[in-house]
């Protein structure tokens, strides 16, 4: 059983085996997608194979559509070239269901992937082609919050944006100014209007998009390598929209366990690619079950009807609500609460965590009594009923192989949304008091103590990356399980940035929680297990 065009004649095989195929003629929608494309996405990654191409897929089975999607990989080539292309654009879709059944599906939705390579003349032509298309009324993004940033860290533009920046829209190779390039492509084609949808997690996600393009078009039109027009085209004509949208959706790295299930149903070819920039790819993608899409509803050209899959279309206001009720109180803050002691008590799992009695009510407690009374409620969606499902059914979902360590990433960037926006919540709200908040302070020295790299039985463990890894491990960098430490003298700094926790810690007086907590669980090995059972009993 081999996942390609030719290998899927064999449908007996393929359904024999417990697999879901596409149930329309794919030759046809590939040709109809050709001449008249209508999606175009940005970023061949897990997420987009596991949401969206299999949302499209549903309507192409239901007859809604009967085109299919074009993708285009802007950062690793070789996913196209090593993925994409072997397998004719299929994929393995693996559904994880927290009952413990899977669900394994054949996604043949995507029919044309390219590269965003402006070296590679064919390719980038057919993109121009694509982007000239009357037919056009969307091109979506995942390629992660950070692929929007044109700056370095001295705040000045990259070489890369720079030299493009100086070059003009010809032959860019930045990502922003590839992706600005086609849009430049779509004005000379007689300014035809276009939603420019990213569906990356990270807030106000249209805006980020926005402003990386406008740089784009702005410095073009005003240096004279540009039609003056451009600019205006892309800020101001209502042609160009950038629309925000909220996505969630847990699709961890393909687990070798999934591999070994479909190789025993007799599927070939399945090894995984890593590629020249370490990306780590396979034909298969595993996710949960549960997800969410909500997209401000701005398509300047039309949009299909993909509310018939699942999808929520509503206003910008709605759009923040959901985001802020999912980032800083329904999910998001568990995530790092279970991230950041799981690392240091020695799980590999988020969903064995939820077995420990001490660190699922803890997440209880961060989610029902300390975030709900603040949270943010869209009306789309209700609060409890989104962490009802995330504590009870998303989380322990034990056929999930999402690991602390992964989810630990960056939490210095984390922490001031997760958790900010609530403690700013209580600090502004004449009935509710900033001293009542008790489990928010202890996951902030569980993560002061996770910085110390040393875990609950004394052994180090490596500490995942994060921009302020060095600068931060050096203030505990002299604290040693066990030995007497003036707490409040190494943590003063730290708990007045409020770069980190959103607010000055020590302005609102709870610098002094933080350091109690930090003291016991520094006390020595076992020290965190017994503090987390002490503060939940």
Not at 272 to 292: L, S
Not at 432 to 456: C, E, H, Q, S, T
Request: hydrophobic share 40%; with cysteine; aromatic share 8%.
């Amino acid at each position: 059983m081999r996942l390609n065009n030719e290998g899927l004649k064999d449908r007996k095989s393929w359904e024999n085996a417990g697999y879901s195929l596409p149930e329309y003629d794919r030759e046809t929608v590939t040709k109809a997608t050709r001449e008249n494309p209508f999606w175009i996405h940005f970023g061949a990654g897990n997420i987009f194979r596991a949401f969206q191409a299999n949302v499209v897929q549903d309507l192409l089975n239901q007859g809604v559509l009967d085109r299919g999607l074009v993708v285009a990989e802007g950062y690793d080539y070789e996913i196209i070239q090593k993925m994409n292309h072997p397998h004719d654009d299929y994929s393995i879709l693996v559904t994880l269901k927290a009952n413990g059944t899977v669900e394994k599906t054949i996604v043949g939705s995507v029919v044309e992937s390219l590269a965003l390579d402006s070296d590679n003349a064919e390719q980038f032509q057919r993109l121009k082609e694509i982007f000239s298309a009357d037919s056009l009324q969307m091109a979506s993004f995942t390629i992660t919050e950070k692929g929007y940033n044109l700056y370095g860290a001295d705040g000045k533009f990259t070489p890369l944006v720079a030299t493009d920046l100086a070059a003009g829209p010809e032959a860019p190779i930045s990502y922003i100014g590839k992706v600005a390039s086609l849009l430049y492509a779509r004005f000379l084609a007689g300014e035809k209007p276009i939603a420019m949808v990213s569906m990356d997690n990270c807030s106000h996600n249209g805006d980020k998009l926005a402003a990386a393009i406008g740089a784009f078009a702005e410095g073009w039109s005003r240096n004279g390598l540009a039609d003056k027009d451009f600019e205006s085209y892309i800020k101001t004509s209502g042609k160009v929209s950038f629309p925000w949208t909220m996505i969630d959706k847990i699709t961890p790295r393909p687990d070798a366990s999934i591999e070994a299930l479909l190789k025993k149903d007799g599927v070939e070819e399945l090894d995984p690619v890593i590629t020249g920039k370490h990306t780590y790819v396979a034909p298969f993608v595993n996710a949960e079950e549960c997800q969410y899409l909500v997209i401000e509803d701005n398509f300047p050209n039309g949009r299909p009807a993909l509310e018939k899959g699942g999808l929520i279309f509503t206003t910008r206001e709605t759009v923040d609500k959901v985001e802020k009720m999912k980032v800083c109180t329904c999910l998001n803050p568990l995530h790092t609460a279970l991230a950041v002691f799981g690392c240091l008590i020695g799980y590999t799992l988020i969903s064995e965590e939820m077995k420990n009695p001490s660190l699922k009510k803890l997440v209880k407690q961060i989610g029902y009594t300390e975030g709900l009374p603040v949270v943010v409620n869209p009306g789309i969606l209700d609060p409890k009923e989104f962490l009802d499902t995330v504590l009870n059914v998303r989380i322990p979902n034990p056929f999930m192989p999402d690991t602390p360590q992964r989810i630990a990433t960056d939490t210095s960037q984390k922490l001031a949304i997760r958790f900010g926006e609530t403690i700013k919540a209580y600090a502004a709200d004449s009935k509710l008091n900033v001293g009542d908040l008790k489990f928010i302070p202890l996951v902030f020295a569980g993560w002061l103590r996770y910085l110390m790299g040393v875990d609950d039985n004394g052994k180090a463990f490596t500490l995942s990356s994060d921009p302020r890894l060095q600068e931060l491990t050096a203030i505990v960098s002299g604290i040693s399980l066990g030995a007497s430490t003036d707490v409040e003298a190494v943590l003063d700094n730290v708990l007045s940035d409020a770069s980190i926790w959103g607010v000055d810690l020590k302005a609102l007086g709870m610098d002094t929680i933080v350091c109690r907590y930090f003291q016991e669980l520094i006390a020595g090995p076992g020290a965190v297990a017994a503090v987390l059972n002490k503060y939940t009993s």
